[in-house]
């Protein structure tokens, strides 16, 4: 291969390696025995919680800001797709002594 061909191909594999996106995380946050956990929890915008109810009875995941509400029924997992960064105190609406908070990085 000729040396300028050489760098312009190590140059489009350099620019290649830059534009390939960070891998999004899956955060599990689980609900077991009216209890929240891990009761405060790190994320990232584009990351997936995995909300699992190991419960009898049914749970939320609501935001305090309005940001999101998780309905999960009992023994079941629902995903969702965190898509704004803060910090957000949610709870269980038919539990409220069931708190948690979720801080989600840019």
Same mark, same amino acid.
């Given at each position: 291969m000729l040396?300028?061909?050489?760098?312009? %191909?190590?140059?489009?594999?350099a620019?290649?390696?830059i534009?390939?996106? *960070?891998h999004?995380? @899956?955060i599990?946050?689980?609900?077991e025995?009216l209890?929240?956990?891990p009761?405060?929890?790190?994320?990232k915008?584009g990351d997936t919680v995995?909300w699992?109810n190991?419960?009898i009875?049914a749970? %939320?995941?609501?935001?305090k800001?309005g940001d999101?509400?998780v309905?999960i *029924?009992?023994?079941? @997992?629902?995903k969702?797709v965190l898509t704004?960064?803060?910090?957000?105190?949610?709870?269980c609406?038919?539990?409220?002594?069931m708190?948690?908070?979720?801080?989600?990085a840019?």
């Amino acid at each position: 291969m000729l040396p300028g061909r050489y760098l312009t %191909t190590l140059a489009l594999f350099a620019l290649g390696a830059i534009a390939v996106p *960070a891998h999004a995380a @899956t955060i599990q946050i689980v609900m077991e025995n009216l209890v929240v956990s891990p009761a405060e929890a790190s994320a990232k915008v584009g990351d997936t919680v995995e909300w699992v109810n190991k419960d009898i009875l049914a749970h %939320t995941a609501t935001a305090k800001s309005g940001d999101f509400d998780v309905t999960i *029924a009992p023994k079941q @997992t629902v995903k969702s797709v965190l898509t704004k960064a803060g910090t957000v105190d949610y709870y269980c609406r038919f539990h409220p002594n069931m708190k948690a908070v979720l801080k989600i990085a840019p």
